[in-house]
């Protein structure tokens, strides 16, 4: 035999009912049931809602007493066939008409005790029961409605009644041997005192009642089907990636119940549990689906945890002092004085040293708890033995529920690391004996992030995913980064493991965040079709609300204004992945805090292509330093732009067209000048001096520029590029005598000495930099270990491709 229970959302509508019916048509072919069926979806709510407005005097509670009504009748006309319907309405209209008694007497004297409230809210099961068993007899199944007040048996704690087993056993299984075959259709939730005043279950108390008949009965199995597709590893709603635990132990399953896993509620495993009767728990909605077997016999799982839960609304309350040290006893008194206060403790904390006690408790009850504390304790507050109780709120516990944890070492380890990377700050810790559950409480603004971070470390290990917010997406840089993405999204994941999702997309005119993301082929559509117009607060602000595990900002721009929010950024444990030059080139000390603050959140600042583009010029250089080498120059063509602006004037292209055919190309700065100037190879070098770790700014740098000081003071870039044509036959002619000799000319940044230069040489066929071809950057590194012939570094150091690779490179560095 089997016992099948039917949750309020199984049973919500008619048309649910009839998916319930063919369920259980399907389960009676095979062996004999018995169906516990909870109020239909919502009803408990508007029965305790409709009450306690009659119990305030509020005549509104008679239009919802209506909405009840009509909601029952309704279901009985989609139900039953008309000719049998009259009937069936005037057997429910006499619980309707009785329940409307009720609510006129409450309403008349304005009261509602515990004992009437039972009563009233034991009307969603019996109704829901009554007009399910006429369902099933319109399809010709021989049901019959049996209250489960007059089986099961309890004690007068309304609202929370305890059951007496060894009557309630007896009486249940008295009916059944009696019972002529028929199927039995109960109400769950409900019960009775031994002198027929009605009771409640509590929280879960249909699934209590089908697992105290599954028990009474001895069954094979227990079988709790609900809207889910069994126990998940975590809540769905909050990570997208948890799926179904298959099999799990009756401890596991309490311990995740207990702490928010809402599937099951833990007292409705305790009769299964004590016969050792498997309770599986299926989807009404997917009947053929996966689902979970609950039993005492779960094999080990090859990872050490089996789920995480999480709940909210939690606050701590810690009492701190001196006095508390050595004195027996003293957790005894707090937590006897918040027991006769009915305030629940959830989790125990304490310290070795014994100076502080933490509990932790729903918020609701956070500050009576506080004054229980210092009314139990007044006198070792007035004696100053106690220093204060401390209360924080607003937080949530999240539980890493397994067995299996107890034979794997390292298991806290990486339970904290994750979440400490990702700026997950854990308050408080509780962990027993049996090391079944580690339960963490965290700020309730960090519930989602924390339960998707320990998810992904311990079920997802393989998968590392990142999510990105980039500003300037529309850009040359960005809009090339987003097509390499694309290009390599499939392979990443497949290869890699990598789980790229773009979640924010930014430009000048608009922005989007999409928290479920983005597709990044689809990227420019997306942000051109987007409603918001663009803010950079409004962007920040989302992107830190979103707290994501993860997340990563991508600045593809060349804005004072974003890199000024960098700080922002970093002090939300949010990386940043940047070739904006601005901020590590900028105010020193803006540039150290940064580094600072990326150091102590963890987060990563990575900004390789602030100088060589996708050459590996920082990378290299933090090796070398790292590794015990001394740098004692440093001589570079840092510009690809300059180079090939070198490379490509000749007597037939004159400079100020082969610059315009590089700001074409996307190798120059949006404004040219900044290029010509220098200044931005000044800032190039002045980063690569700082990295070194001298204390330097831009005014520190001797620089001169290329191009005359004439053309790079013009107006705006019209007319630069107006007073550049001017220029071209003076710069030809310097060129020509170059020519002549067979040198060329390099702008050439150097650090020696802490001296940090860019100037205008020229070179002959002997030196490497003759040989920079098209938009090069060589590095030389002259060091301890690379002395008689430096490290060299070469490559394409310009162009929207080779920049935007040196960004994703970046990227995947903070995945790895």
């Given at each position: 035999m089997r016992v099948l229970k039917f949750g309020g959302t199984s049973v919500g509508t008619p048309e649910r009912i009839l998916q319930v019916i063919e369920i259980v048509k399907d389960a009676l072919q095979k062996e004999k049931v018995?169906?516990?069926?909870?109020?239909f979806g919502g009803i408990t709510?508007?029965?305790?809602?409709?009450?306690?407005?009659?119990?305030?005097?509020?005549?509104?509670?008679?239009?919802?007493?209506?909405?009840?009504?009509?909601?029952?009748?309704?279901?009985?006309?989609?139900?039953?066939h008309a000719r049998r319907q009259s009937g069936v309405v005037a057997e429910i209209k006499f619980l309707l008409n009785e329940l409307e008694d009720i609510l006129h007497g409450i309403y008349l004297v304005k009261e509602l005790s515990p004992k009437m409230k039972d009563f009233i809210l034991s009307f969603g099961e019996r109704l829901s029961a009554s007009i399910i068993a006429e369902a099933f007899k319109e399809k010709e199944i021989d049901a019959r409605f049996t209250d489960s007040r007059n089986l099961i048996i309890t004690d007068k704690n309304f609202g929370n009644?305890?059951?007496?087993?060894?009557?309630?056993?007896?009486?249940?299984?008295?009916?059944?041997?009696?019972?002529?075959?028929?199927?039995?259709?109960?109400?769950?939730?409900?019960?009775?005192?031994?002198?027929?005043?009605?009771?409640?279950l509590g929280r879960g108390g249909s699934d209590y009642t089908a697992s105290i008949f599954a028990g009474a009965l001895h069954v094979e199995v227990l079988e709790i089907w609900t809207d889910v597709n069994g126990m998940m590893?975590?809540?769905?709603?909050?990570?997208?990636t948890a799926f179904t635990i298959p099999e799990i132990s009756y401890e596991e399953a309490m311990e995740l119940s207990y702490f928010g896993a809402k599937v099951i509620y833990p007292p409705s495993i305790q009769p299964a549990y004590q016969k050792q009767i498997p309770i599986l728990v299926k989807n009404t909605f997917d009947p053929k689906g996966k689902n979970t077997i609950i039993s005492g016999d779960a094999p080990d799982d090859e990872k050490p945890i089996r789920g995480i839960s999480s709940m909210k609304d939690i606050a701590l309350v810690t009492l701190t002092g001196s006095g508390l040290v050595g004195v027996t006893g003293s957790a005894s008194r707090l937590f006897n004085a918040l027991a006769k206060s009915q305030i629940n403790v959830i989790l125990i904390?304490?310290?070795?040293?014994e100076h502080s006690i933490t509990t932790a408790v729903e918020e609701k009850n956070a500050e009576l708890a506080s004054k229980v504390i210092y009314k139990e304790f007044k006198e070792e507050f007035k004696g100053q033995k106690l220093d204060q109780v401390i209360v924080e709120q607003a937080l949530s516990i999240v539980a890493v529920v397994g067995k299996n944890m107890k034979k794997t070492p390292g298991v806290a380890g990486k339970l904290f690391s994750s979440l400490g990377r990702n700026g997950v700050n854990v308050l408080a810790i509780a962990q027993g004996a049996s090391e079944l559950n580690i339960s963490l409480v965290v700020r309730q603004i960090d519930e989602r992030k924390a339960v998707s971070i320990i998810h992904e470390a311990f079920f997802l290990s393989e998968t590392k995913a990142l999510h990105l917010f980039i500003a300037g997406s529309t850009g040359l840089i960005g809009k090339t980064l987003l097509s390499q993405i694309t290009k390599q999204f499939g392979s990443l994941k497949e290869n890699s493991a990598i789980d790229i999702r773009l979640i924010g997309l930014m430009n000048t005119r608009k922005m989007v965040i999409e928290p479920q993301g983005i597709n990044p082929g689809s990227a420019n559509e997306v942000i051109e079709n987007a409603d918001k117009k663009s803010s950079l607060d409004s962007f920040v602000d989302e992107m830190i609300s979103q707290n994501l595990r993860n997340t990563v900002f991508v600045d593809a721009t060349a804005s004072q204004l974003i890199s000024d929010q960098y700080e922002k950024i970093l002090n939300a444990n949010i990386s940043i992945v940047t070739p904006n030059k601005l901020a590590c080139s900028g105010d020193i000390n803006y540039y150290k805090r940064l580094k600072k603050i990326a150091r102590k959140r963890g987060a990563k600042f990575l900004f390789e292509t602030n100088v060589g583009a996708g050459l590996p010029v920082i990378s290299t250089l933090n090796d070398l330093i790292q590794s015990g080498d001394k740098i004692i120059k440093i001589e570079a063509i840092l510009s690809g732009t300059l180079n090939y602006i070198t490379n490509n004037v000749s007597k037939d292209k004159k400079i100020s067209e082969v610059v315009l055919d590089a700001k074409e190309a996307g190798l120059t700065e949006p404004d040219?000048?900044?290029?010509?100037?220098?200044?931005?190879?000044?800032?190039?070098?002045?980063i690569l001096a700082r990295e070194l770790g001298y204390d330097l700014n831009m005014e520190d740098v001797e620089s001169e520029p290329f191009i005359s000081k004439e053309s790079l003071d013009a107006s705006d870039i019209s007319d630069f590029f107006e007073k550049l044509k001017a220029y071209d036959e003076t710069f030809e002619k310097e060129r020509s005598k170059l020519d002549a000799k067979d040198e060329k000319y390099r702008i050439i940044a150097t650090l020696e000495d802490g001296k940090p230069k860019v100037k205008v040489k020229t070179f002959d066929k002997t030196h490497p930099f003759y040989m920079a071809e098209g938009s090069d950057n060589i590095i030389l590194y002259t060091t301890n270990r690379y002395n008689e012939l430096p490290l060299m570094i070469k490559g394409p150091g310009a162009g929207a491709e080779v920049t935007a690779a040196g960004v994703f490179a970046d990227i995947i560095r903070i995945v790895d």
């Open positions: 018995a169906v516990v069926v909870s109020a709510d508007q029965l305790i809602k409709v009450s306690e407005m009659a119990s305030s005097g509020n005549e509104g509670y008679k239009d919802l007493q209506r909405e009840i009504e009509t909601r029952h009748i309704q279901a009985i006309k989609t139900l039953v009644a305890n059951v007496n087993f060894t009557e309630t056993n007896e009486r249940i299984q008295k009916h059944f041997i009696n019972a002529q075959g028929e199927l039995m259709i109960l109400p769950g939730f409900v019960a009775s005192t031994k002198n027929n005043e009605t009771t409640t590893t975590a809540d769905p709603r909050k990570v997208r904390s304490q310290a070795s040293s040219p000048r900044i290029d010509l100037s220098g200044s931005d190879v000044a800032r190039k070098i002045l």
